[in-house]
């Protein structure tokens, strides 16, 4: 029997990006969007935003819900944007964060623009008929450097200026199937599909 789980993001890019990801190591799980409420996001860690958007669409749906929060941490930056990686510039177009980050780092030379994508995934399955809530967090991390501008067409966010380890170029020129290996968040996945198999 197939079990459907609540992605919690009002992010198309994010929901196609895991039913791909789960779609082969978990055929029986239907990935379904979230139209409910969006949380404030006031967690202090990538866990613990994850937990605050799964918890919400847990409550909101009856179902087992699932929430991602990620964001670029730049090392000579102390590790920012981190959790503030969507709305760096002020607002939440990508255009102008990476425009943002970019000046920032304008003059820090190529072997100290290294940075890294860390991705958080909480999966929260709803308490009740005297049963607690289950909550569980994994993360993943992807390595690598920024580049000194964006390229390629592909992916989101961040993706055209980062360069990850053992590739030459930028996310955003990878081909799909490779970002869904190797990404942050598929390493996050990967993690929680033994959590995700226990529970179904």
Same mark, same amino acid.
């Given at each position: 029997?197939?079990?459907?789980?609540?992605?919690?993001?009002?992010?198309?890019?994010?929901?196609?990006?895991?039913?791909?990801?789960?779609?082969?190591?978990?055929?029986?799980?239907?990935?379904?969007?979230?139209?409910?409420?969006?949380?404030?996001?006031?967690?202090?860690?990538?866990?613990?935003?994850?937990?605050?958007?799964?918890?919400?669409?847990?409550?909101?749906?009856?179902?087992?819900?699932?929430?991602?929060?990620?964001?670029?941490?730049?090392?000579?930056?102390?590790?920012?944007?981190?959790?503030?990686?969507?709305?760096?510039?002020?607002?939440?177009?990508?255009?102008?964060?990476?425009?943002?980050?970019?000046?920032?780092?304008?003059?820090?030379?190529? #072997?100290?623009?290294?940075?890294? @994508?860390?991705?958080?995934?909480?999966? *929260?399955?709803? $308490?009740? %008929? +005297?049963?607690? /809530?289950?909550?569980?967090?994994?993360?993943?991390?992807?390595?690598?450097?920024?580049?000194?501008? #964006?390229?390629?067409?592909?992916? @989101?966010?961040?993706?055209?200026?980062? *360069?990850?380890? $053992?590739? %030459? +170029?930028?996310? /955003?020129?990878?081909?799909?199937?490779?970002?869904?290996?190797?990404?942050?968040?598929?390493?996050?996945?990967?993690?929680?599909?033994?959590?995700?198999?226990?529970?179904?």
């Amino acid at each position: 029997m197939d079990a459907e789980l609540v992605l919690a993001t009002h992010n198309a890019h994010k929901v196609e990006e895991l039913r791909l990801i789960l779609e082969d190591a978990l055929p029986e799980v239907v990935v379904g969007g979230y139209d409910g409420p969006e949380p404030v996001e006031d967690g202090v860690s990538f866990a613990d935003n994850a937990l605050i958007k799964a918890r919400a669409a847990a409550e909101h749906t009856g179902r087992i819900a699932l929430a991602d929060d990620s964001g670029i941490c730049v090392d000579i930056l102390g590790g920012s944007p981190g959790i503030f990686s969507a709305r760096w510039s002020g607002t939440r177009d990508d255009q102008a964060n990476v425009a943002l980050l970019l000046t920032q780092l304008a003059d820090i030379r190529d #072997p100290h623009r290294t940075a890294h @994508f860390t991705c958080a995934i909480a999966v *929260v399955v709803p $308490g009740g %008929d +005297g049963r607690d /809530a289950v909550e569980h967090v994994v993360t993943g991390d992807w390595e690598g450097r920024l580049a000194g501008g #964006p390229s390629g067409i592909g992916g @989101f966010g961040y993706d055209p200026i980062f *360069v990850p380890d $053992g590739h %030459d +170029g930028t996310v /955003a020129e990878l081909p799909a199937e490779v970002k869904g290996e190797q990404s942050h968040r598929a390493r996050a996945l990967k993690a929680l599909v033994p959590v995700l198999s226990d529970l179904l």
